[in-house]
């Protein structure tokens, strides 16, 4: 058996990073759409101020050599799209569901979208750990329709689990384009900033904006500042960094994967930090989509 490359190592270190600060960042998420500022302003903070840091290198380098049109699907799958359908969702659902909704979405659309586009076939192992997801997604969604669920709770599963779509087309494209780490942090806030602040500033609910004109006082400034941190830097290029490196060495399913371990960090952080206590289908359903993304690590057939 051949030793791991250095490139691979670096990339599997990086892939293992990822989980920590995922999981810190659902809570994160959580806690600012609870609070005064709504899921657009926050979505607005995630791209517009990474497009801030990013705009000399914008200047100097444009995209880097990468087409506008990939820049685009790059922008769908990390960008405002992800941010809006997140934030929307963790603004109905609690951390358990965006942890385990959100993650377990990305290795079965990771392995559809790898099996049209790689021409890759799942394991019967990797199959296997996608039914494990399917049934734990279940039990998470029959809880949202439990006599107890908050209103709405189950349309936040939906948004979550578009949250997952929309990163694991992200991902896969790394795969297929081999794209640059400095291509994607050019590309993919400037591309959002550019078509979702302005249609944000002038349509959508915000506690941001009127503040800034006069019309409301500003929510507290440790929440925007907690916010502008964790989402414009922490999420928009830290995660972007290490994601992208890794997905280079790993398979994108395979980095999908190794966040399994995010939806248990956040619920036990949800609970210390937001007093936010699973149910125990809630519970069932983690432990068992847990076990299934473990499960769906495996190496891939492609297709002759």
Not at 14 to 39: D, H, K, M, Q, Y
Not at 198 to 212: D, M, R
Not at 287 to 293: F, I, R
Request: net charge positive; proline share 7%; glycine share 12%.
């Amino acid at each position: 058996m051949s030793n791991p490359t250095p490139g691979f190592a670096i990339g599997l270190a990086c892939g293992l990073v990822v989980p920590f600060i995922w999981g810190g960042w659902i809570v994160a998420s959580r806690f600012g759409v609870l609070n005064e500022l709504t899921p657009y302003d926050i979505a607005a903070l995630r791209v517009g101020i990474a497009a801030v840091i990013v705009f000399p290198l914008l200047l100097s380098r444009g995209l880097a050599g990468l087409p506008f049109w990939k820049g685009a699907v790059l922008s769908f799958g990390v960008g405002a799209p992800f941010a809006l359908a997140s934030f929307g969702g963790m603004s109905l659902a609690p951390v358990i569901h965006a942890g385990v909704l959100t993650n377990g979405t990305m290795p079965i659309i990771a392995a559809l979208v790898g099996y049209f586009w790689l021409r890759e076939h799942p394991s019967r192992f990797q199959v296997g750990g996608m039914v494990l997801i399917a049934i734990g997604a279940l039990m998470l969604g029959g809880d949202s329709f439990s006599i107890h669920a908050p209103a709405g709770q189950w349309f936040g599963d939906l948004l979550l689990i578009g949250a997952g779509a929309c990163f694991a087309i992200y991902m896969t494209a790394l795969r297929r384009w081999n794209v640059t780490i400095l291509q994607v942090m050019i590309a993919v806030p400037t591309i959002s900033t550019a078509i979702y602040v302005p249609i944000w500033l002038l349509f959508l609910p915000s506690g941001l904006v009127p503040a800034v004109f006069g019309d409301a006082p500003f929510p507290p400034w440790p929440e925007i500042a907690l916010q502008a941190v964790y989402q414009g830097v922490v999420a928009s290029f830290i995660v972007v960094i290490l994601i992208t490196r890794a997905t280079r060495s790993l398979r994108a399913t395979t980095m999908a994967v190794f966040l399994a371990g995010a939806p248990a960090l956040a619920v036990l952080l949800g609970i210390v930090l937001l007093a936010e206590v699973p149910t125990l289908t809630a519970w069932a359903g983690l432990v068992v989509t847990t076990a299934g993304m473990v499960l769906a690590v495996g190496r891939r057939r492609v297709r002759s």
